[in-house]
C-alpha cells in the first residue's frame, strides 16, 4: 500500500487501490498558518468518479450478506488503527486546517469511541414482528416481519473542520449498515480524510467497499450529487451549498447539517459567571470555527453591563497565534474567511456597535472580537461569521430574545442560561431549534445524541442510531400463515 507519490503528493483512493488521477493534475493544499503547500491532492475526473461508484455498486450485495459481525471486525481494526496512528494523523489536521494538536489529536479518539460505538449500536438493532389481529379486522393469520436494509451506494460529504470526526461520522454508520461509501471530503481537509483511509485500508477491509474522491467541488461535486449510481447523501457544510445539494439531488434521500448563528439567551437570573465560562468556550473554541459555536448573546439589559464586563475578562485569557503553540485562537481556514468575518465587524462599528475587545487582524488570524450594543439591523446579528467574533444584543424580555432568536434563517442549537428551571423549559419550548442546551453551551455530542438542524441549519437528523437509521431503510415481508 503507497499512498503518496512523493513528500508532498497523495494518491486517491478508488476501488481499494491508491492511483494516480488520469487528469495528471494535482490540487495544492495551502496550510492556513503556515502559508505554503503542505500537500497535493489528486483532481479526479469525471470518468473516475463513474469507475468508483460502479466498483461500490458491483460490491455493495455481497457486502450486504457479509454478517454483521464480521463487518464489526473490520471496523474495530479500523478505530485500532486509528489510534495507533492518532499522533501523525493528528499532525496532519494540525498543519492542514490550523487546529491545534491537542483538539486535533482528541478528535481522532473521539472518531475511533464513535466507530466503536456505531458498532455497537448495530449489533444491537432488531426488527420487530407485527400481528395481524392487533388492527381491528385483521387476521391472525398475517404476521408482518419488519427489518432494516441498506440504501446501496452512500456519498459522503464532510467539512473542513473536523475531516476526521465528521467523515467516519458519515462512513461508519454507511459501512456497518451494509452500504458502500464514495467519500469526497473537503479539498481543504482531503489530506486528513485520506490519512483516515490509510487506517480504515490497513483493517484489510474487501475492496471496491469504500472509494476516496478528491477534487474540487466545481469540478466534480455536482457530477457525483446527480450521478444515478448513488443512492444517498450525507453532507456537511455550508448552508447555501446545501440547498444547491437538495435542488440538484431529486429523490435520493438526504440529511444535510449546515450552518447556524445559535444564540446564548442570557435571563437576568443567570448565574453569569458560569455562563460566561459556557459562551467563551462556546464562541471561541478552534476560533469559532465550528457550525454549533454561540454566535450571539442575548442578553437581558439588566445585566448586560456585568456580563460584558465579564466575558471581556475571560476573553482577554485566550491564547492567540499559532496551533503549534496550543493556541485556542488560529488563523482562519484562508483569507476568504477572514475577509467575510471582518466584513461583518466593520459593518457593525459603522452602524453604532461598540468594539469591547479586539478588531484586530493580521492576515487570515482575527483577534477574539467581543461586540457590543448590537442591533438586529446590523449583518452580524444574523450571518453566520465562522469566526472568532460575539456580538452582543441586549433585550428587554424573554419574549424579545426568542423573537430574535427565531427571527434566523437558522435553527442548530440555542443555548438558555438561567436559574429558573421552569422558564428554562419554557423557553426551550418556545425556540425554533433542533437542540437547546440549557445552562450549557451549543454543541454537537455526546455523539450518541441526536443531532438536528431546521430551516437553513439542515435536514434529517444524525446521531449514531439515527444515523445508521438513515442509511437503511424498512422492509417488510408478510408471512401469511394457514389457519
Known amino acids: 500500500m503507497t499512498i ?38 489528486q483532481a479526479v475526473t469525471q470518468d473516475e468518479v463513474d469507475e468508483a461508484i460502479e466498483s461500490a455498486r458491483k460490491v455493495q450485495k455481497d457486502w450486504e450478506k457479509t454478517s454483521l459481525q464480521i463487518r464489526a ?41 464513535f466507530i466503536r460505538y456505531t458498532v455497537g449500536e448495530a449489533l444491537h438493532m432488531h426488527g420487530e414482528s407485527l400481528v395481524g389481529d392487533s388492527f381491528p379486522g385483521g387476521s391472525k393469520s398475517k404476521l408482518a416481519i419488519v427489518s432494516r436494509v441498506p440504501l446501496g451506494v452512500v456519498l459522503a460529504i464532510s467539512p473542513f473542520n473536523y475531516p476526521v470526526n465528521l467523515a467516519a461520522a458519515k462512513v461508519a454508520p454507511a459501512l456497518m449498515a451494509g452500504n458502500t461509501v464514495i467519500f469526497k471530503p473537503a479539498t481543504q481537509g482531503a489530506i486528513s480524510g485520506s ?20 477534487g474540487r467541488g466545481s469540478e466534480i461535486g455536482d457530477y457525483l450529487v446527480e450521478h444515478k449510481g448513488i443512492n444517498m447523501i450525507s453532507y456537511t457544510g455550508g448552508t447555501d451549498t446545501g440547498a ?102 466593520d459593518d457593525a462599528v459603522e452602524k453604532g456597535a461598540t468594539v469591547v475587545l479586539g478588531n484586530k487582524r493580521e492576515r487570515n488570524l482575527i483577534y477574539p472580537t467581543l461586540l457590543d450594543h448590537v442591533t438586529v439591523e446590523m449583518q452580524v ?7 472568532p467574533i460575539l456580538p452582543v444584543v441586549r433585550v428587554t424580555s424573554d419574549e424579545e430574545a426568542i423573537r430574535i432568536a427565531n427571527e434566523s434563517e ?46 437553513g441549519s439542515g435536514m434529517g437528523t444524525q446521531g449514531v442510531r439515527k444515523s445508521l437509521e438513515s442509511m437503511t431503510r424498512e422492509k417488510v415481508t408478510v408471512l401469511n400463515i394457514e389457519e
Open 244 to 345: 444547491l445539494l437538495a435542488k440538484k439531488a431529486t429523490q435520493v434521500p438526504l440529511v444535510l447539517e449546515l450552518g447556524g448563528k445559535d444564540p446564548g439567551i442570557v435571563r437576568e437570573d443567570a448565574n453569569l459567571k458560569e455562563a460566561v465560562k459556557h459562551i467563551v468556550g462556546g464562541a471561541f473554541s478552534y476560533s469559532g470555527q465550528r457550525c454549533t459555536a454561540i454566535k450571539r448573546v442575548l442578553v437581558n439589559e439588566n445585566v448586560a453591563d456585568e456580563l460584558v464586563a465579564l466575558l471581556k475578562e475571560e476573553i482577554e485569557k485566550l491564547s492567540i497565534g499559532s496551533p503549534e503553540d496550543g493556541s485556542v485562537i488560529v488563523p482562519l481556514i484562508d483569507d476568504q474567511a477572514a475577509d467575510y468575518v471582518q466584513g461583518l465587524v
Open 195 to 214: 490519512k483516515m483511509i490509510e487506517a480504515l485500508d490497513k483493517s484489510g477491509m474487501p475492496k471496491g467497499i469504500l472509494s476516496l474522491i478528491t
Open 73 to 113: 471486525q473490520y471496523l474495530y481494526k479500523w478505530a485500532d488503527e486509528l489510534i495507533s496512528m492518532q499522533d501523525e494523523i493528528a499532525e496532519v489536521i494540525m498543519k492542514e486546517v490550523g487546529k491545534n494538536f491537542q483538539d486535533a489529536k482528541k478528535e481522532v479518539i473521539r472518531t475511533a469511541d
Open 4 to 41: 503518496k507519490i512523493d513528500d508532498l503528493t497523495y494518491k486517491f483512493y478508488l476501488g481499494g487501490q491508491w492511483i494516480v488521477s488520469k487528469s495528471g493534475k494535482t490540487i495544492d493544499i495551502v496550510s492556513p498558518y503556515l502559508h505554503e503547500t503542505v500537500g497535493r491532492v
Open 410 to 455: 437558522f435553527g442548530l442549537q440555542a443555548s438558555v442560561f438561567t436559574s429558573n428551571i421552569n422558564k428554562a423549559f419554557s423557553i426551550a419550548n418556545q425556540l425554533d431549534a433542533g437542540s437547546v442546551q440549557i445552562n450549557g453551551r451549543t454543541e454537537r455530542g455526546p455523539d450518541h445524541f441526536p443531532f438536528i438542524g431546521i430551516k
Open 381 to 387: 446579528a444574523w450571518e453566520e461569521p465562522f469566526g
